[in-house]
């Protein structure tokens, strides 16, 4: 069956660092794929979006690239700050398909 | 701009009930999704609306609905209410034609909770 994997585990760094995030999936052919930030008690947000044919996209401090080889994508923020604590958010949507999202991986960047 | 509005905000119903839930989408956007968020599953694709017809619908039992209006604001109900109904209810507007191409617009969703 389809599947979208995040790391589950809390990602600890220190203010400064880049941070690298996750998102593998299997027995899927996204032909997009987005990033949404959500803080507690609020809905996500939209941050990144690249499509099947796109390596790589940037914006400001964020990175996001995308192996379809690999069936992976990461998500970087570089220069970290403690504003930047939040849960991450991948989603998948085919060509047609409805958008499916990750269980998200919670960020916390130590001042 | 206005952005998406979900109302009510908290919501506390008892087993069996029936609940309905409102979202006013971004003006201009005809699509409109609903997620079920928890901490155990995540967000969940409920069903999407495109102009007031369901365009796509996730693995949810029929007591799980939805419709939109004319003017796209959406509702959603849920009817014999169960405990494992309880979670946020997330809706999202968005101009896409075709669903995924285009980013999402969250409101700040009902937290429901079942008793």
């Known amino acids: 069956s389809q599947k979208i994997e995040q790391n589950s585990e809390a990602l600890n760094i220190q203010e400064g660092k880049t941070a690298t995030l996750t998102c593998n999936y299997t027995?899927?052919?996204?032909?997009?794929l987005q990033w949404y930030r959500q803080d507690p008690g609020r809905g996500p947000v939209f941050l990144l979006l690249?499509?099947?044919?796109?390596k790589e996209k940037r914006k400001e401090r964020l990175k996001v690239t995308f192996d379809t080889t690999l069936k992976q994508s990461l998500f970087h923020i570089t220069a970290s700050q403690p504003a930047d604590s939040a849960t991450y958010l991948c989603a998948l949507a085919g060509n047609t398909g409805k958008l499916i999202f990750g269980q998200g991986t919670t960020l916390q960047v130590k001042p | 701009k206005a952005g998406v509005t979900q109302t009510p905000r908290y919501l506390i119903k008892t087993r069996g009930q029936q609940v309905t839930l409102s979202c006013s989408p971004i003006s201009g956007h005809r699509s409109v999704s609903w997620y079920q968020q928890t901490p155990g599953q995540g967000l969940q694709f409920l069903f999407e609306?495109?102009?007031?017809?369901?365009?796509n619908k996730g693995n949810f039992p029929g007591r799980f609905s939805g419709r939109q209006f004319s003017n796209s604001r959406s509702e959603m109900n849920v009817s014999t209410l169960e405990l494992g109904d309880s979670a946020l209810y997330l809706c999202?507007?968005?101009?896409?034609?075709?669903?995924?191409?285009?980013?999402?617009?969250f409101g700040s969703g009902t937290q429901l909770s079942v008793l």
């Open positions: 690249i499509r099947e044919n796109e």
């Open positions: 027995n899927y052919s996204p032909a997009y």
């Open positions: 999202a507007s968005s101009l896409a034609e075709v669903e995924g191409r285009e980013k999402l617009f």
């Open positions: 609306y495109f102009s007031e017809t369901q365009r």
